[in-house]
């Protein structure tokens, strides 16, 4: 193998595939990259089993040939480089050889024979959104997965197609949080459930541009990702997602539209104090047009105010801060809806206009 690339090239392609580098595996080679050569293009791959991420980097190719280097110490290796052109060759041995101005630095590899296949996935089932759609598609919904593994198909987020409508699904048990889209021309009905380290790393290399697109196919356990010159593949999730539309609630008897911002504010500012507390949480009045929150722990107390529209019954009602926080934060619109239905019935949090989002929070019991 010989070819020639500059170094802020490899450095960029290195940092997007070692982010399905695993820190423990019980397969060595699996933490290293895998270099292939290809036309005018370097072809990276790395992967934990479970995830893989392939991307291409632009370089001069003078002899074709293929190695696997620990992915960790040549993106650092790289990284140290000076800016410019490098040079790298490689002879029987899988050895790597760098040069850049007056720096050389060679980097012992592994045969590529042992490096695990990408997975087959059939574009049977395939759909096309914006990079940064799906980004935010993830960024505000993802957060409400389970971290408990007793309960696999929780771990995870459900990406839904649904006569022309996808929803993107994540609950834990003690809050959801749903984001909807619908989507133009004919897509095939699909349900799938991808792992939260995955949509964590699919986040982070997804493109902030509506005008970059994403080709996603899921076949069988299989998902792909194909932007430009990456593509990213993730094993799902087995198993039957919750049935999330019975827990929804349709009806409310308190409802509650409210400046996005402002009650933020004052949930914030809350926590503060929330968290010095044993329990972590916040109380919420809502009557009189206004919503009064208050914090109480050792350290002291917290009492917020503010305006409110509010329609139906008087209502008091205690949250776990940090459940309220997350959904809070993952709102952009200028103000929202809560509704409530009693003091230990879920607080729906949704758009004043249209549907394109649900978040939904258990509250918990206190005593007067």
């Known amino acids: 193998m010989r070819f020639t690339c500059q170094v802020t090239d490899l450095v960029e392609g290195l940092s997007v595939a070692s982010r399905a580098l695993s820190a423990r595996t019980t397969q060595p080679i699996l933490e290293g990259v895998l270099i292939k050569t290809g036309e005018d293009l370097l072809k990276l791959t790395c992967s934990d089993g479970s995830i ?18 620990p992915g960790r110490l040549f993106l650092e290796v790289m990284r140290k480089l000076p800016t410019g052109e490098m040079k790298a060759s490689s002879g029987d041995n899988f050895a790597l050889t760098v040069r850049c101005q007056g720096s050389r630095t060679t980097i012992a590899g592994q045969n590529p024979v042992n490096y695990p296949a990408l997975p087959l996935v059939s574009a049977q089932n395939s759909f096309i959104l914006p990079q940064k759609l799906l980004g935010e598609l993830i960024e505000q919904t993802s957060f409400a997965t389970s971290s408990d593994e007793t309960r696999p198909v929780l771990t995870g987020s459900l990406l839904e197609i649904e006569k022309g409508e996808l929803r993107m699904v994540a609950l834990d048990g003690f809050r959801l949080a749903m984001r909807l889209e619908r989507l133009s021309g004919d897509t095939a009905e699909i349900s799938a459930i991808i792992p939260q380290k995955a949509l964590t790393e699919i986040a982070r290399v997804m493109a902030d541009d ?52 402002a009650i933020s504010s004052c949930v914030e500012r809350a926590s503060l104090m929330a968290r010095e507390g044993r329990n972590n949480l916040i109380r919420m009045s809502v009557s009189g047009g206004r919503i009064v929150i208050t914090a109480n722990s050792e350290s002291g107390d917290v009492y917020e105010e503010l305006d409110a529209e509010i329609e139906g019954e008087d209502l008091d009602i205690a949250f776990n801060v940090r459940y309220m926080m997350d959904m809070l934060r993952a709102i952009h619109d200028e103000e929202v809806y809560l509704r409530f239905n009693s003091s230990v019935s879920p607080c729906l949090i949704c758009p004043v206009e249209g549907d394109a989002y649900t978040y939904l929070v258990l509250p918990v019991r206190v005593h007067a």
């Open 52 to 69: 893989s991420i392939v991307t291409q980097v632009p370089a001069t190719i003078e002899d074709d040939g293929d190695l696997v280097l």
């Open 210 to 261: 509506e005008t970059q697109m994403a080709m996603i196919l899921i076949g069988g356990s299989q998902l792909m990702i194909n932007m430009d010159v990456t593509q990213f593949y993730t094993t799902l999730i087995e198993g039957e997602f919750i049935k999330y539309r019975q827990i929804i609630p349709k009806d409310w008897k308190t409802r509650a539209k409210v400046s996005t911002a």
